[in-house]
Nanobody
Framework: QVQLVESGGGLVQAGGSLRLSCVVS????????MGWFRQAPGKEREFVAA????????DYADSLKGRFTISRDNAKNTVYLQMNSLQPEDTAVYYC???????????????????WGQGTQVTVSL
């Protein structure tokens, strides 16, 4: 079984920061890419950021590049999303997702990811 557990969400004022974490549990050793997605009320789930197994390749939604940073620590089986200068439009449930490195770089399309976490709520107030 594969389990992904997000944490770090919460309520923050506009301009503030949060760091989300996603801990991955696997039955056996594997290499995998990771992605972050979010879904706001009334909107479809959208791509936020992705990172390759080695951490050498990252990808961001254009509107988020410069404010959000994705990173990982494979020794801890954990991927992070540092979110700075948060705005109310960033309010959403944030999900981490796993893809078993079947492609060279971490994808940005939802259907390519095999496993998903339960999500963590991020709420940004004025």
């Amino acid at each position: 079984q594969v389990q992904l557990v997000e944490s770090g969400g919460g309520l923050v004022q506009a301009g503030g920061s949060l760091r989300l974490s996603c801990v991955v549990s696997l039955r056996s050793r594997s290499t995998y890419h990771m992605g972050w997605f979010r879904q706001a009320p009334g909107k479809e789930r959208e791509f936020v950021a992705a990172i390759s197994w080695s951490g050498g390749s990252t990808d961001y939604a254009d509107s988020l590049k410069g404010r959000f940073t994705i990173s990982r620590d494979n020794a801890k089986n954990t991927v992070y999303l540092q979110m700075n200068s948060l705005q109310p439009e960033d309010t959403a449930v944030y999900y981490c997702a796993l893809e078993f490195a079947l492609v060279p770089v971490a994808p940005r399309t939802i259907h390519e990811y095999t496993y998903w976490g339960q999500g963590t709520q991020v709420t940004v107030s004025l």
